[in-house]
């Protein structure tokens, strides 16, 4: 996988506090996707496969088949249902070709439990989630 790709991931919260050594370890276990415009990445009420971080593109995330946001390079999805095993709380579909790197389920919950500071900053994470969403 391509320096963008580590890139990408050092510019996320989630991963900021590794060391190298643990980022080139996620770097290794994940993939790179891509999704054609209008296609559907993770469907609603549907179990989860994965974690994806946006490295360029747009995908709206969609519950009951309207629009809750919008999501671009950066920006991530398909973490809560890794964390808490329930279906997906929404659709995502790309609004344009969309690049993801993608870390399945399995791996994703392996890091969490080698990276305790990936944990501390994904429960921040939904915590500001759960914020903007009552606001």
């Known amino acids: 996988m391509s320096d963008e790709v580590t890139e990408a991931l050092r510019r996320v919260p989630l991963f900021q506090g590794m060391s190298d050594k643990a980022l080139a370890r996620v770097v290794e276990i994940s993939k790179e996707v891509s999704h054609p415009a209008g296609k559907t990445v993770l469907e609603e009420d549907r179990s989860a496969v994965g974690f994806h971080l946006i490295l360029s593109g747009h995908a709206e995330a969609q519950q009951h088949g309207s629009v809750v946001s919008v999501m671009g390079p950066g920006d991530y999805f398909g973490e809560m249902s890794l964390i808490d095993g329930k279906p ?48």
């Open 88 to 135: 997906r709380s929404a659709s995502v579909v790309a609004q344009d070709d969309l690049r993801t790197v993608a870390i399945p389920a399995w791996n994703f919950n392996r890091l969490l439990d080698e990276n305790p500071d990936m944990m501390r900053a994904l429960l921040v994470a939904l915590s500001e989630r759960i914020r903007q969403l009552r606001e």
